[in-house]
């Protein structure tokens, strides 16, 4: 699946990595099994597919999905009957910063397609595709409840909100150059200023 | 300026750490009903308040916490609706990410009147950085005695957990909320059972949205009868408006229910008017899923009336001339807006969220969406807005979960009240987008 997909690096790195999870993942899965009553540990399914996407490359591969199953003592099947239906789970590698630009109504109302085709020109890439480097994916998702402060897109946990071309472009040079989003959100509600 | 209850603290410096929190008088109404109420009390006075659920269905909080059922020997369960996906609708994020404790100390007070010793909030995987202002709050919470074993030493205990879901509109139902709860697919259940008799790992369960949950506190602390003079009629108390659109100031509003329309989106105290000098065209007044109006429709009722913030005011005329406050997703156009080209990042929302469980919704959100984008490429065909009729009509009432109206209903009302407008492009065979998107270059970067 992978050899379909540019930045084979970034991704073969991924590929190689051990699934089974750090101590401190491990303590954390723990701790969100720990909330359920006993016997119903299935119910940790989702939040630990998210830390196991964190842990494991950013996607979840088959490899993982047996090992969570493994974990929460399940049939394998119904880790990927979760991992399918949800849109938060990458069943494919991905860029290292995947951004996903919101396109439902108030987002379109204020240029989202604009901010869209700013992106695929800026990064060469289309909706869909990651950068060559595996730095970037782009994606396009529904509302992400910015609506007031469109137009939005999500990076990882970063809201990054009223868009403007200039701002696209500081967010993508922050993230090549320190590798990292600075903060969860930068909205500026215009009435809570 | 309406009364504030819930969000009047939002400016005030780290109120959402439980110090500033309980300095400004947070956490009043665990001491109250746990001191000095029984459980019956607290439902007692939510029923008095006339609170209605604020996720958008607006049945009455009492009531269906009355239904709860309490068997002996089985565990009872809260479970906050917090999976905030309707398009438009942003204020239970704002809620929560301002004013955490809020929703922590709803969620315990009503705890106590359903008697549930475990709850837990499911929030929308999206929303991830506020799953984390959460659970800070929550561990402030334990460590102040607020949550946990012997609560303020009135032996009740009750311990409250978050829980991230995976990116599924559909889970903002109550019970595919509860089978994602429970790590599985967000397939909406087939109702009776209801989840007040069997929820929650088959247990009985309340299911309120964040809203509903954070409004308990003012009306134990004032008294359900004080707060249901606030606002007109059924419609009482206060409601969060999530503004956004072609407007001056998008936000979230607290309003007292009752606000006239017009003034919500002209006053300087709220929307500010329509942005760049721009006339309205139309408003989808609560959520993506209620009827769109047109300006003549959404200022004043068919009878002439001025058209209020309201259950009621603005179900006024059914869906032939109204449409619903909903979850209060406001969402302003002005007259460059393609109320074609909205409808159809509506209907491709739909397609996309669609659980795939019922055929009528499954098929049909997908054909809506194909026939919008024939309108959008030119080639469609005026028998194609009679088709696009067709596909509504039998999706609505055929699917097990309320997403089928939710995907039919816009469509239903773009037709009726702007046919003309897809007669237009099936007759001249172009769509011309002059939506102006020049907001992005007026934010300043």
């Given at each position: 699946m992978s050899s379909q997909i540019h930045g084979a690096q970034h991704f073969d790195k991924a590929k190689r990595v051990e699934v089974k999870f750090s101590d401190e993942a491990m303590r954390t899965v723990q701790t969100i099994i720990s909330r359920y009553p006993e016997g119903k540990q299935k119910s940790a399914l989702l939040p630990v597919l998210h830390v196991a996407q964190a842990e494991f490359g950013g996607w979840l591969s088959p490899e993982t999905m047996d090992y969570v199953a493994s974990i929460l003592n399940i049939k394998p099947i119904e880790v990927f009957e979760v991992a399918s239906f949800y849109t938060m789970y990458n069943l494919k590698p991905m860029g290292k910063c995947v951004l996903e630009v919101c396109q439902t109504s108030s987002c379109w109302l204020n240029g989202a397609e604009d901010i869209v085709k700013y992106i695929e020109k800026k990064l060469g890439i289309k909706v869909g595709e990651t950068t060559k480097d595996g730095m970037f994916s782009l994606k396009v998702a529904e509302c992400l409840g910015s609506c007031g402060t469109a137009p939005m897109m999500q990076c990882g946990a970063s809201f990054h909100e009223n868009l403007t071309y200039e701002k696209v472009d500081r967010i993508l040079d922050d993230y090549k150059t320190q590798g990292k989003l600075r903060s969860y959100t930068d909205h500026d509600y215009k009435n809570t200023l | 300026m309406g009364k504030k209850l819930l969000i009047h603290n939002d400016k005030v410096p780290g109120i959402a750490s439980l110090e500033v929190y309980r300095a400004h008088g947070g956490y009043a109404s665990v001491e109250k009903a746990l001191k000095s109420m029984t459980p019956d009390q607290v439902t007692d006075e939510v029923k008095k308040s006339g609170l209605r659920g604020?996720?958008?269905?607006?049945?009455?909080t009492g009531m269906k916490w009355s239904f709860l059922a309490k068997p002996e020997g089985v565990p009872r369960y809260l479970v906050c609706n917090a999976d905030e996906s309707e398009p438009g609708t942003f204020k239970d994020r704002y809620l929560m990410e301002k004013i955490p404790h809020a929703l922590i100390e709803g969620m315990i007070t009503s705890s106590y009147a359903l008697g549930a010793k475990t709850s837990y909030i499911y929030i929308r995987g999206e929303y991830f950085y506020v799953a984390r202002i959460l659970e800070t709050a929550i561990a402030e919470a334990y460590a102040a005695g607020?949550?946990?074993?012997?609560i303020l030493g009135t032996g009740f205990s009750h311990d409250c957990y978050v829980q991230v879901g995976g990116g599924a509109y559909i889970c903002g139902e109550e019970t595919a909320l509860l089978e994602s709860l429970e790590g599985k697919r967000g397939n909406p259940r087939i109702k009776p059972p209801f989840p007040a008799v069997a929820g929650l790992w088959g247990c009985p369960t309340v299911v309120n949205n964040v809203e509903t949950i954070a409004a308990v506190c003012p009306i134990i602390n004032m008294g359900g009868e004080e707060y249901a003079k606030i606002g007109i009629g059924k419609s009482t108390g206060t409601k969060l408006i999530s503004a956004s659109g072609h407007i001056n100031k998008p936000g979230v509003y607290e309003i007292e229910l009752g606000v006239p329309v017009e003034e919500f989106i002209y006053s300087e105290e709220y929307c500010?008017?329509?942005?760049?000098g721009k006339k309205l065209k139309a408003v989808v007044a609560g959520g993506s899923s209620v009827p769109i109006l047109p300006t003549e429709l959404i200022l004043k009722t068919a009878k002439g009336e001025p058209r209020l913030m309201t259950y009621e005011s603005l179900g006024d005329g059914g869906f032939i001339t109204g449409t619903m406050l909903g979850s209060g997703g406001f969402i302003v156009m002005d007259e460059d807006t393609s109320i074609v080209k909205n409808l159809f990042t509506f209907t491709r929302f739909y397609h996309h969220e669609s659980c795939g469980q019922c055929s009528p919704c499954r098929e049909g959100t997908g054909w809506m969406e194909k026939i919008l984008k024939k309108f959008l490429n030119g080639t469609a065909t005026e028998s194609d807005v009679d088709l696009l009729w067709d596909i509504q009509s039998k999706i609505e009432g055929k699917t097990i979960c309320p997403l089928g109206e939710a995907a039919a209903w816009p469509v239903a009302a773009a037709i009726r009240h702007f046919k003309q407008e897809f007669l237009d492009i099936a007759r001249s065979k172009k769509f011309v987008d002059i939506s102006h998107y020049n907001r992005l270059n007026q934010i300043v970067a």
């Open positions: - | 604020r996720g958008g269905a607006g049945f009455p607020w949550l946990g074993q012997n500010g008017g329509i942005r760049n």
